[in-house]
């Protein structure tokens, strides 16, 4: 391997293998947080359900896409109770309240969608991405992990039903966290479903300066 492949060699990442049955800590840079069952399987078979039609959903006026990121739109959080609970449930996990509550961004990747390389940063009306929360409904067969290059060490989060990911894009002093840069790798075989609550707040509200609530002392 000569100079510019080393240089260009992408870094080794360590999958994340196990059960994870309550909130636990993947890494501490960025602040990355797994659960496996955050999501039961009636629960799981409920937003399913209700997002199924796509069609139906444009019909009542969502924007729904289609492109190499794979089908995608915005669920209004009212359109159900089950999907209610499960975001009000988020918040109490995390400790804190989204200023820009009134959707989850539903996002379904067939064989070969993926994502690329990006972090979460946008403020709407003062509030800032302090955290995302993602939630798996269906698992690929193969593929389809979202990976942290830079994260210390780099990782790669592999997905299973009713799995629970959760990062916060910014470091304690309130300002963007590079290392939290994450890409959703291609999907090789199989379908992934997900459901992705983007949570918006003060930069310096205790969640970013303390972490999750559920992980305090």
């Known amino acids: ?15 994340v293998s196990g059960h994870f049955p309550a909130w636990t800590a993947i890494r501490a840079v960025p602040r990355l947080y797994v659960m496996d069952g955050f999501a039961s399987d009636a629960e799981v078979e409920r937003v399913l359900t209700l997002t199924r039609d796509l069609d139906a959903w444009r019909q009542r006026g969502a924007n729904v896409k289609r492109d190499a990121t794979g089908a995608s739109f915005e669920l209004p959080v009212a359109a159900d109770e089950v ?21 989850v961004r539903f996002r379904h990747y067939r064989t070969n969608d993926s994502h690329p390389l990006h972090t979460d940063t946008y403020t709407i009306n003062g509030a800032h991405l302090v955290a995302t929360a993602l ?44 290392q ?9 075989a199989g ?10 707040a003060d930069p310096h509200c205790r969640l ?10």
């Open 180 to 188: 939290a840069a994450h890409a959703g790798a291609a999907v090789t």
């Open 1 to 15: 391997m000569n100079e510019q492949q080393v240089r260009h060699a992408e870094p080794e990442r360590e999958v």
């Open 208 to 217: 970013v300066r303390e972490g999750p609530a559920c992980l305090r002392p």
């Open 135 to 178: 939630l798996c409904l269906t698992s690929p067969e193969e593929g389809g992990s979202t990976d942290f290059p830079s994260a210390s060490p780099p990782v790669r989060v592999p997905y299973r039903r009713g799995r629970m990911v959760s990062w916060l894009n910014l470091v304690p002093a309130g300002t963007e966290d590079p």
């Open 191 to 200: 379908d992934k479903i997900t459901i992705t609550n983007f949570i918006y």
């Open 83 to 103: 999907l209610g609970a499960l975001v009000a449930r988020t918040y109490d996990m995390l400790g804190v309240e989204n200023a820009v509550n009134f959707s």
